[in-house]
């Protein structure tokens, strides 16, 4: 273990001089009496494991409205939140008792500032919980100990991701500090601070006890109705099919009896793989083996805040007057599935493909929740996702924008992919302390899913991104290809390690929060487009049909906007969930009913639609809808034929004059206007051409049957030539698109904003009587006025700016950055974030307009100008053809 070299080389044993200021913050101080014995249940556990099980501790119900599998923090946490929103008939089944799984070993450790905004909110709630709610509920102690956290660096780029950390803290109310290695040597007098650059103390963190804190959390549920039963092994899960074909849960089966329930949670940890499998559900996670070690007793250790050595993957948790100390190699050692079912005593932890949680109904089964895969963060993310899941089994959706721990965000095609899962968890785990920079992407199994441009745009110096398996361009290097290679496990397991490996190391050029090295690359590419002509590969777009008796139906149930104009209109539009939140953006093309020409058209003998959709939610967006479908009983069909084709955007003034040398129609106004398409002739090949821009200017998309897009590609560069046509990628698209204004999905536009918040109103059909999913929310917010909105910040300075800025008006927080990017036809930095009146009042124009605000980057504040409407193009004249 090579961090316990790391974690003895940092403290150093030395008499210990009275405690600074900043470290007498703890709320509760630990003994002072020597450590007697270690507080680990290595003993206990493997003693209690060996003891016949006595059968369950309560009887098992007939019927429960839900049943929570696992004992653990997610799943009595999952309940407790269950009993405390109202839903009470439900039962917990534990195999063993409380805590026996992975929870046990847990460190407990509770830091309150991540580099995501919704995982402050979680861990605020889990905080909440556990230091205030739990104890006023029951009068009993969970263990919560805040004897504060800190977090080292070792250089400047991880002292400037903490400083990111302390900006969007201030938005939240988050106490913490940048500290000299001299004042951290005040906090910490045992630390050797000779290799330190600086630190972030945030006085609030603290420690939980995973047994009081578990037990606890069981008795305040079972108060409040639940039951919660142990030594009861789950041993099936019935699943019928319903009229519709539909897939449903109905029954838990034990040794001890049947439950019938329509929903099960699958909190089960490292088992949660076999818990799925029992009902047809795929959970992605893979168990590694995970140790840590606990220190002789340390004197003047007492009191001390428990550390986080990124740099060195290690930390320091309080234990008494002794450490515990566990860290993350690049070799993890994996553990097998015949291990798995015998050895229960192990420390073993479950890990994800992008090392963040799996949550929310299952895709192949209505009913089966999952609440699993958390990264050894189960304690100190459990409050907030187990209140987030109990919302989501009652409501259907989770109160916050819960996509980024959401199953859905896999594409199916992964999830069973036991060489993709492998990959992908080992390179979360190996990085799970690396510095989180705004433009990394995976190495590990990459190329899983390539459109029919991915071959010649490599050799023409394509970087690629990965998005939900695809890989899309991301920017074009003048330098030549740089193809992605097959993962090495970074060296581990005897594996050579990948040489001259260009992509890594322009990956390696990308880790900084200043402008790239290839800044001027993406700015040639984004103003060759704003003056000329740029080809965008945007193929890994979801692409789907409905149709079927019911299609018009659900298109005026599914989409904020009126769809049903006549064949060939395209129209861009939200749909949202039942709280008027936006589940997506995307484009509805109404299509001629006719045979069948695919994958061009569907067949159909009434109405037709063609849904476009960003790629990287598809999966997302088919699950959403097939939902809505199954829920409402319409009687549709959605098919998928992403796959099948591919898609090129040709955007810029030039555009028109390219294509019609391509396209064997009419571009004018006239005849081809803005939001509207028609299946047309390419070079001999039949597209659907769609005039639409992501990127605010004159431009059309072709998609195209897969067996002819490289013949249509060749035919667009070849008449491009004489313009100067360049390809160009997403890192062009993010800049070009949020100059111009236009959303991102999961960006500024989320589940948990409204299209009235978020500036889309214009994509809302309120003046018109047909009903939609959310629109009563939207009319009582529009009739309360909004309590949130969006606004666009620029700064005259030029330094960059990713998201989580703090957005402050006259002094006061009221917000952050949610999304920003350099707009290099302005010349600016751009950022769209959600401000809030700090007296709870109404956001107006008046509001904005009054205030003078500015942007806080890493602890510096600039001087920032509030946008009603986007500073590029307001009038949306380029889009339109007409430049001046």
């Not at 800190?150 to 950390?165: G, H, M, P, W």
């Not at 201030?170 to 913490?176: H, L, Q, R, W």
């Not at 074909?245 to 329509?262: D, L, N, S």
């Not at 606004?791 to 952050?816: Q, S, W, Y």
Request: glycine share 8%; charged share 25%.
């Amino acid at each position: 273990m090579a961090f316990l070299g790391s974690a003895v080389r940092r403290v150093v044993l030395a008499v210990r001089p009275p405690l600074s200021p900043l470290c007498r913050t703890s709320a509760r101080s630990y003994s002072s009496e020597p450590t007697k014995e270690k507080n680990v249940p290595y003993e206990k556990t493997l003693k209690q494991e060996v003891q016949a099980s006595s059968g369950p501790t309560k009887p098992l119900p007939r019927s429960a409205d839900a049943v929570v599998i696992g004992g653990g923090s997610l799943g009595c946490q999952t309940i407790y939140h269950l009993a405390k929103m109202g839903m009470t008939n439900v039962v917990l089944l534990e195999r063993d008792r409380l805590t026996a799984g992975t929870t046990w070993h847990t460190a407990g450790l509770l830091w309150q500032l991540r580099p995501s905004d919704v995982e402050v909110e979680l861990l605020a709630h889990t905080r909440n919980v556990i230091s205030k709610d739990l104890e006023e509920e029951t009068g009993l102690h969970t263990g919560w100990i805040q004897n504060g956290g800190l977090f080292i660096a070792s250089n400047k780029q991880r002292l400037d991701e903490y400083k990111r950390l302390m900006s969007l803290g201030k938005v939240y109310g988050i106490e913490s500090h940048v500290l000299s290695p001299a004042e951290t040597k005040d906090l910490y007098p045992l630390m050797n601070v000779d290799d330190l650059y600086g630190t972030l103390y945030v006085p609030k963190d603290g420690t939980m006890d995973p047994a009081g804190t578990c037990t606890t959390l069981s008795r305040a549920a079972s108060a409040r109705g639940a039951t919660v039963i142990e030594n009861c092994p789950v041993t099936g899960i019935q699943v019928r099919t319903d009229d519709l074909g539909v897939k449903r849960v109905k029954a838990v089966e034990t040794p001890h009896g049947t439950i019938e329930t329509p929903c099960v949670v699958n909190c089960a940890g490292v088992w949660a793989t076999k818990l799925g499998e029992m009902a047809g559900v795929k959970v992605p996670l893979i168990a590694m083996h995970h140790a840590y070690v606990v220190t002789e007793r340390i004197e003047g250790i007492q009191n001390m805040p428990n550390v986080r050595d990124h740099d060195a993957s290690v930390y320091l948790r309080l234990q008494g007057d002794a450490l515990s100390v566990g860290g993350y190699e690049q070799n993890p050692i994996f553990w097998d599935e015949v291990s798995l079912n015998i050895v229960f005593s192990t420390l073993k932890q479950s890990f994800t493909a992008d090392h963040k949680p799996l949550m929310g109904e299952a895709p192949e089964v209505r009913g089966f929740f999952l609440g699993c895969g958390f990264n050894s963060a189960g304690m100190m993310l459990g409050g907030g996702c187990g209140r987030e899941l109990a919302h989501w089994i009652i409501h259907g959706r989770p109160e916050k924008d819960m996509y980024g721990y959401d199953i859905r965000r896999f594409h199916n095609s992964l999830t069973d992919n036991k060489h993709w899962i492998r990959e992908r968890s080992h390179e979360s785990y190996a990085k799970n302390y690396s510095v989180v920079f705004p433009f990394d992407e995976p190495l590990a199994s990459r190329n899983m899913r390539k459109d029919p441009f991915h071959q010649v745009l490599t050799e023409q110096g394509c970087v690629f991104q990965e998005r939900h398996g695809w890989e899309r361009p991301g920017w074009f290097n003048k330098e030549g290809p740089a193809p992605v290679k097959d993962y090495d496990y970074y060296g581990a397991y005897d594996m050579k390690k990948n040489v001259n490996y260009k992509y890594n190391e322009l990956l390696g050029k990308e880790y900084t929060f200043d402008f790239p090295p290839h800044h001027d690359v993406i700015k040639s590419e984004c103003l060759s487009c704003r003056h000329g002509v740029a080809v965008f590969d945007m193929s890994y777009f979801g692409k789907f049909y409905l149709t079927g008796p019911d299609a018009k139906k659900a298109a005026d149930w599914l989409f904020t906007a009126d769809v049903n104009k006549k064949p060939g209109s395209t129209v861009y539009t939200c749909m949202l969930n039942k709280r008027g939140g936006a589940e997506a953006d995307l484009t509805v093309s109404r299509l001629e009913p006719g045979a069948a020409n695919l994958p061009l058209a569907p067949e159909s003998n009434g109405d037709a639609y063609y849904l476009a959709i960003g790629g990287g939610v598809a999966e997302h967006n088919w699950n959403h809808i097939r939902t809505v479908l199954q829920d409402q009983d319409f009687r549709c069909q959605l098919t998928d034929h992403s796959e099948d084709m591919g898609m090129i955007s040709i955007q810029g003034p030039k555009s028109r004059e390219v294509l019609q040398e391509v396209l064997d129609t009419d571009l004018s106004n006239e005849a081809f206007p803005f939001s509207s398409h028609k299946v047309v002739n390419a070079a001999g090949h039949q597209v659907r051409a769609m005039r639409l821009s992501f990127v605010g200017e004159l431009g059309w998309e072709l998609h195209i049957p897969k067996d002819s897009c490289l013949p249509v590609y060749h035919a667009v560069m070849a008449a491009g030539a004489k313009h100067s046509i360049i390809n160009s990628g997403y890192r062009a698209i993010d800049s070009l698109s949020i100059e111009k204004g236009y959303r991102h999905w999961h960006a500024d536009l989320r589940p948990d904003d409204t299209p009235l918040e978020s500036g889309l109103a214009f994509t809302c059909k309120l003046k018109s009587s047909i009903p939609f999913q959310g629109r009563d929310r939207l009319e009582k917010q529009k009739e309360e006025g909004l309590r949130r909105r969006i606004v666009c910040f620029t700064i005259d300075e030029k330094v960059p700016m990713f998201g989580l800025e703090a957005i402050f008006r006259n002094g006061v927080p009221v917000g952050h950055l949610r999304r920003s990017d350099y707009g290099f036809f302005i010349d600016k930095t751009i950022g769209y974030g959600y401000i809030r009146n700090p007296d709870g009042g109404v956001v107006s124009a008046d509001f904005i307009k009054s205030g003078e605000f500015t942007l806080e980057r890493m602890g510096v504040t600039y001087k920032a100008k509030a946008h009603l409407k986007s500073p590029f193009d307001p009038e949306n004249k380029r889009v339109k053809g007409i430049y001046a």
